[in-house]
């Protein structure tokens, strides 16, 4: 099992630019989530999907579009990407939502200039 | 405000020694907790958890976190530090207990020294 993969691994992208950041996994988990990690801020949540075709608004959302695909895929997409979204992104998956640890992908590191 | 609070930075302990990092969390009910350690590059990891029941909890690589509901308190303990346990720490506390509201401090970065 690959677990959770996360692709691109690194990005430059110019203000203004559009990207999707990918996310699988392959431990047939229901629940999905993806975060950015700034530092000293700790993690924080963009979005969530609970079940395969639907979707939820995290702590921070604005900027963000989230899409899940099926049941092993989960896409964050940023359509005009700004330098306040230069972070560390993670994805993550869990059994469901409630109660199960999450298992998180090694992290996409995006520069906005 | 709901919060998760880890007052500490930084720290260094020499391998062998004891370590203790802080965690404080501030809702209204006691939320579910959780450690998560981070290794350089890496994503995270789940140390442990703790929902109910006894406030001693056992997690992996030889940690253990108590529970103190009278101080809002998780903090993570090792009796004895390894050189691979440097990384980063974080407590993230959920009220819900449904992952869409939880909150992750903002981290304890540990060095081990030899």
């Known amino acids: 099992n690959a677990g959770v993969t996360q692709t691109p691994k690194f990005q430059v992208l110019k203000t203004g630019q559009s990207m999707t950041l990918q996310c699988a996994q392959d431990?047939?988990?229901?629940?999905m989530y993806w975060y950015r990690q700034d530092p000293g801020m700790g993690l924080r949540l963009i979005y969530y999907?609970?079940?395969?075709?639907?979707?939820d608004k995290g702590e921070v959302p604005n900027g963000y579009n989230v899409s899940r695909l099926n049941k092993r895929e989960f896409s964050l997409r940023l359509e005009s990407a700004a330098p306040s979204q230069t972070s560390v992104y993670f994805c993550?998956?869990?059994?469901?939502?409630?109660?199960?640890?999450?298992?998180f992908g090694p992290g996409t590191r995006l520069t906005v200039t | 405000a709901q919060s998760v609070t880890q007052p500490d930075i930084h720290i260094t302990v020499s391998e062998g020694a004891s370590l203790e990092l802080r965690c404080n969390y501030s809702?209204?009910?006691?939320?579910?907790l959780f450690w998560y350690v981070q290794s350089p590059g890496q994503g995270l990891q789940l140390l442990l958890k703790?929902?109910?029941?006894?406030?001693l909890v056992q997690g992996i690589k030889g940690f253990e976190a108590e529970f103190k509901r009278s101080q809002s308190s998780f903090n993570l303990r090792k009796p004895s530090v390894h050189w691979s346990d440097a990384a980063e720490y974080f407590c993230a506390v959920d009220p819900t207990g449904t992952a869409s509201k939880l909150t992750f401090g903002t981290g304890t970065r540990l060095q081990v020294t030899l």
């Open positions: 703790y929902f109910s029941g006894d406030t």
């Open positions: 809702y209204g009910a006691t939320p579910y």
């Open positions: 993550a998956s869990s059994v469901d939502r409630a109660y199960h640890e999450q298992y």
């Open positions: 999907s609970a079940s395969e075709g639907t979707t």
């Open positions: 431990m047939n988990h229901n629940s």
